[in-house]
């Protein structure tokens, strides 16, 4: 199928959004928050659908270096206390309070990038994924480094020809699916071991859990069906070459759909999970 024009009635953010790469972003009822270079900034989705677009706010986490800039590519809201939790270049994983904007914690210990970030549920700790290879749990209220997992080391995940960096991970309760260079596997928290190990080849970019399976997408133009019990269950085809990002539509009853992007301008449309129904190009 072709690719729409873009519509008349398309709203679009200022063409400097920011100054560079945008590298990720999450939604609130109100806004649409979006990370660059060092800062994250708001948009009110009020202003947005109207196409007259201001920036409602910026923030800066407290680097230590008043000339670090590093990327944030990683942003995760926590709807329990109403923060947004961040990270990327520096390290680190910063707590932002939305109301006041204030930073209230910093949590340091990996070494190297962090990746990727999730919220466990029922409880108020957060995992990050980091270059270093090692997956780290915090917890949010008092900021101390609660467990830590060096993925690389369990010799069922490890890949030395990909390396040790961990791409992503997701969370169920007591349930973590998480890959990169080492396999994408699912880890039972509480005992940290490694209850299943994927049979996929590739380094995987993105996964979540979604109702019985686990969605998964990376280094191959396929979106991954899997089973807990490490079947693949469908291997969709998809435009991009290499897959960064999924998102599920979970607001909407009416318009409960999968959407795909990665190396290709084009974002994939996937309206029953089972195949691509079309794709919006954004050139």
């Known amino acids: 199928m072709p690719c729409p024009s873009p519509s008349a009635d398309a709203a679009s953010l200022p063409s400097a959004a920011h100054d560079g790469p945008v590298y990720a972003m999450v939604s609130t009822e109100r806004q649409l928050l979006s990370s660059g270079n060092g800062e994250v900034r708001a948009w009110n989705w009020s202003d ?5 677009c201001k920036e409602a706010w910026s923030r800066r ?3 230590r270096s008043s000339l670090e800039v590093p990327e944030i590519n990683s942003l995760q809201l926590n709807p329990k206390d109403n923060s947004l939790l961040l990270a990327g270049g520096d ?3 910063h707590a932002m309070d939305l109301e006041s904007g204030a930073f209230t914690h910093e949590f340091r210990g990996h070494s190297d990038y962090v990746h990727c970030l999730a919220l466990r549920d029922q409880s108020q700790e957060c995992l990050s994924g980091s270059e270093d290879g090692t997956v780290r749990m915090w917890d949010l209220r008092t900021g101390a480094q609660v467990q830590l997992i060096e993925v690389h080391k369990y010799e069922e995940c490890s890949r030395p020809q990909h390396g040790k960096w961990i791409r992503c991970l997701a969370t169920d309760c007591d349930w973590m699916v998480c890959g990169g260079g080492p396999a994408l596997s699912l880890w039972h928290l509480r005992s940290v071991t490694p209850t299943t190990v994927f049979p996929l080849p590739h380094c995987q970019q993105h996964v979540m859990f979604y109702q019985d399976l686990i969605l998964s997408a990376g280094h191959s133009p396929a979106i991954n069906h899997l089973q807990i019990s490490g ?12 897959v960064h990002s999924l998102c599920v539509n979970e607001r909407s009853p009416e318009h409960k759909v999968l959407t795909a992007a990665g190396s290709s301008h084009k974002v994939d449309v ?14």
């Open 231 to 242: 079947e693949i269950r469908a291997q969709i085809p998809c435009t991009p070459r290499s």
């Open 270 to 283: 996937f309206t029953n999970f089972s195949y691509r129904a079309f794709s919006l190009c954004f050139a």
């Open 48 to 52: 947005i659908v109207k196409k007259g």
């Open 91 to 93: 390290c680190a994983v």
């Open 61 to 63: 986490p407290p680097y």
